[in-house]
């Protein structure tokens, strides 16, 4: 049954820094919790179009992977510049000031050849990780939809491992092929281990982010034919766990992505937040009935008046308000969303779905 909206709804209860920039993002009297919220919009069935308050993520300084990576949030964030060193493969990274992250040290690749990987990959052994610590320092809140990034996934793994040249010829070197799928299969079976490990520690999470950039800004880095025989299989692997713990799957994945969707789809994904660069809106209209996607309002003047602000969010909900899709706003658009933009996308959205 639809939930009614009221307009006691749009009390501030309390305000979140935008992690994105920009002004706050208020926390409003919702009807339901906000973790119910986001699963709502997951499931198609959405009550308000949700933002960017709804989630919390963590990723434990457990995971050696997220310290390396200078990308450890627990209860509060790392130092980036404690960042860099091992991975949970050995593979040293380095924190880089200027680009506000780490990238595998310089000098010779760990592989040059994908069939090396059964001698020389040492596979991490996840009961010695000190998750002791990370216990004590991250405490989820039930009110939230917790999620879990895991920072290397599937090609982006084999990057740290060979090289990004390497790496994407790799893909498609007939001498290669048949090493990367076992690799990769390999790794899908440590993340089940990892997503396991995860739910003893931290009971709360309900779903799990993995990273695995496939595009550059302008297109692809092979072939959606090559995606779908090389990765995808490894995915749903995982995504398929995940589905039967009743947990929710998000990927993040960088780049011009258009070719890839169905691919995306197929893996077996709940979720993902495009980038700038793609065309949310239309990807919204020809796949939101199958994937939650971030989608990014039409940019409004910052010289617009208040009254225009708030006909530009009406119009964006009666657009994209709509039965059998939900509706994120996307995350890389919340540092331009106006306090007024938002509240009136609220309450149309919550007007809208409350009547569908």
Not at 265 to 282: E, L, R, V
Request: aromatic content about 12%.
């Amino acid at each position: 049954m639809a939930i009614k909206f009221d307009e006691k709804e749009l009390k501030v209860a309390s305000e979140i820094p935008n992690r994105m920039g920009g002004a706050p993002t208020p926390v409003y009297d919702f009807p339901v919790s906000r973790k119910e919220g986001y699963i709502a919009a997951l499931k198609k069935q959405p009550i308000w179009a949700i933002s960017n308050v709804e989630t919390r993520f963590i990723t434990p300084k457990a995971n050696p992977d997220n310290v390396a990576r200078a990308f450890a949030f627990e209860d509060t964030m790392m130092p980036p510049a404690e960042g860099g060193g091992k991975d949970m493969f050995g593979i040293e990274w380095v924190y880089v000031p200027v680009a506000g992250g780490s990238m595998v040290k310089p000098g010779a690749p760990f592989l040059k050849d994908a069939n090396e990987w059964k001698e020389k990959l040492v596979w991490p052994d996840l009961d010695k990780w000190n998750w002791e610590d990370s216990v004590k320092n991250i405490h989820l809140n039930p009110e939230q939809f917790n999620i879990a990034w895991v920072l290397n996934g599937w090609y982006e793994r084999l990057i740290s491992f060979m090289d990004f040249d390497k790496a994407v010829v790799a893909l498609i070197d007939e001498d290669q092929q048949d090493a990367v799928k076992e690799l990769f299969d390999k790794l899908s079976d440590l993340y089940i281990k990892l997503i396991d490990k995860y739910l003893e520690h931290f009971p709360g999470i309900d779903g799990f982010c993995f990273h695995d950039d496939w595009a550059a800004q302008k297109d692809t880095f092979f072939s959606p034919s090559t995606a779908e025989e090389m990765i995808v299989p490894a995915m749903k692997k995982v995504t398929d766990h995940l589905h039967s713990k009743g947990l929710y799957a998000d990927l993040h994945s960088c780049g011009m992505l258009e070719k890839q969707i169905p691919n995306i789809i197929a893996a077996g994904w709940d979720s993902w937040t495009p980038q700038t660069m793609n065309n949310t809106q239309a990807y919204y209209e020809k796949y939101g009935d199958q994937l939650l996607i971030g989608v990014i309002p039409d940019a409004v003047s910052p010289e617009a008046s208040e009254a225009e602000q708030r006909a530009a969010a009406k119009a964006f909900a009666e657009k994209f308000c709509v039965p059998g899709k939900g509706l994120v706003v996307n995350s890389y658009a919340t540092a331009a969303i106006t306090p007024a933009f938002r509240e009136e996308l609220y309450r149309h959205s919550r007007t809208i779905y409350s009547e569908i």
